[in-house]
């Protein structure tokens, strides 16, 4: 395990957006008392001040039902070129307020809503975190790279030296 680093406010507002960003996908998880999970992958659209992360989707889609009856969520971030990780634990809120649609709207949006920004099915998630934690090893990209072919050998490496902690927003 590397250094523990636990994140607060404004610090961990900035880590899920750094994270986020440079991922951008991330394995949204619905209906977290059936197995198997329910997931699928997600285009992170913003991560705003508070640390809400938002999603656009179609309010007729299958994770918008699933969040209407249990609104627990869980997101999975991989970021492997930067060796950057972040699960986060949280609860959904269904948005139609078209302001934010249209603040948070790109022209890769339209591939999924053929309409545009007005198209009438197009809802957005806000996923309010309430746990959350990362790992970060982006700055040892070598020593995970050579502990990982020492380990393939049977060699034990020593600690990494990478980031991990809780993000408290």
Not at 54 to 67: E, G, T
Not at 159 to 166: L, N, P, R, V, Y
């Amino acid at each position: 395990m590397g250094d523990v680093k636990n994140l607060a406010a404004d610090n961990a507002v900035e880590k899920i957006r750094e994270i986020a960003k440079d991922a951008n996908i991330c394995m949204f998880v619905t209906d977290l008392l059936n197995l198997p999970l329910a997931g699928r992958p997600m285009a992170t659209q913003q991560v705003d001040e508070e640390g809400n992360v938002w999603f656009m989707s179609d309010r007729n889609s299958d994770k918008n039902k699933q969040i209407e009856n249990d609104d627990k969520v869980q997101l999975f971030y991989s970021h492997t070129n930067n060796y950057e990780y972040m699960s986060i634990f949280g609860r959904a809120v269904i948005v139609n307020n078209r302001s934010k649609i249209e603040e948070l709207w790109t022209p890769m949006a339209k591939t999924w809503f053929k309409e545009g920004k007005d198209d009438p099915n197009i809802s957005l998630i806000k996923v309010i975190p309430e746990d959350a934690y990362y790992w970060d090893t982006k700055n040892n990209k070598m020593v995970s790279l050579v502990k990982f072919a020492m380990g393939a050998i049977g060699i034990t490496p020593k600690d990494d030296g990478g980031i991990e902690g809780k993000l408290k927003v």
